[in-house]
T-cell receptor
Framework: GQNIDQPTEMTATEGAIVQINCTYQ??????LFWYQQHAGEAPTFLSY??LDGLEEKGRFSSFLSRSKGYSYLLLKELQMKDSASYLC??????????WGAGTKLIIKP | ETGVTQTPRHLVMGMTNKKSLKCEQH?????MYWYKQSAKKPLELMFV???????ENNSVPSRFSPECPNSSHLFLHLHTLQPEDSALYLC?????????????FGAGSRLTVL
């Protein structure tokens, strides 16, 4: 079956760097997405990777290795407002989105 | 209003009630979705409408009935629900055929079934 794995919860300190990993096993690959979801709010799009390598967007970067079925989201200079859940999703060969259960990130002062 | 708007934000209903969730998008997108979000579980796709036609129904129980009267509005009609249907119901929209197919979500309707 198809599967997306990501840690359930992570804790980090304000100002630090955190890496949230996502591994996947899917029927084909047409891109990987990261979304951010604050408690009680809508998930919002962060990044999209379809080719191997690192995509940087301000304090957030997303990395993809298709051969390893692996991605990570890197958050730098953490701020309290980065406390949220981070959802990893892969688009399979049928253009269906397969979702992970999300990683709850807790930022401590 | 901009983005995707869902009403009501919170809903409590008994197992014999009939209620509806409403979603409206102001983005000019041509596809709309209903997702179920339960704690610590992946998002579950329930229904997809593309150009106002249903293109996916992932074996959702018939007590959930979608309606898409036009490209901007989507409803989820609820009747004789079960307590396990308590969850956050998210609506999303996207522009099919526009590259990465990024979803724009609403804030969700939190449903509690007693």
């Amino acid at each position: 079956g198809q599967n997306i794995d990501q840690p359930t919860e992570m804790t980090a300190t304000e100002g630090a760097i955190v890496q949230i990993n996502c591994t996947y096993q899917t029927s084909g690959f047409n891109g990987l997405f990261w979304y951010q979801q604050h408690a009680g709010e809508a998930p919002t799009f962060l990044s999209y990777n379809v080719l191997d390598g690192l995509e940087e967007k301000g304090r957030f970067s997303s990395f993809l290795s298709r051969s390893k079925g692996y991605s990570y989201l890197l958050l730098k200079e953490l701020q309290m407002k980065d406390s949220a859940s981070y959802l990893c999703a892969v688009m399979d060969s049928n253009y269906q989105l397969i979702w992970g259960a999300g990683t709850k990130l807790i930022i401590k002062p | 209003e901009t983005g995707v708007t869902q009403t009501p934000r919170h809903l409590v209903m008994g197992m014999t009630n009939k209620k509806s969730l409403k979603c409206e998008q102001h983005l000019g997108h041509n596809a709309m979705y209903w997702y179920k979000q339960s704690a610590k579980k992946p998002l579950e796709l329930m229904f997809v409408y593309s150009l106002e036609e249903r293109v996916e129904n992932n074996s959702v129980p018939s007590r959930f009935s979608p309606e898409c009267p036009n490209s901007s509005h989507l409803f989820l009609h609820l009747h004789t629900l079960q307590p396990e249907d308590s969850a956050l119901y998210l609506c999303a929209s996207s522009q099919d055929g526009a590259g990465a197919n990024v979803l724009t979500f609403g804030a969700g309707s939190r449903l509690t079934v007693l």
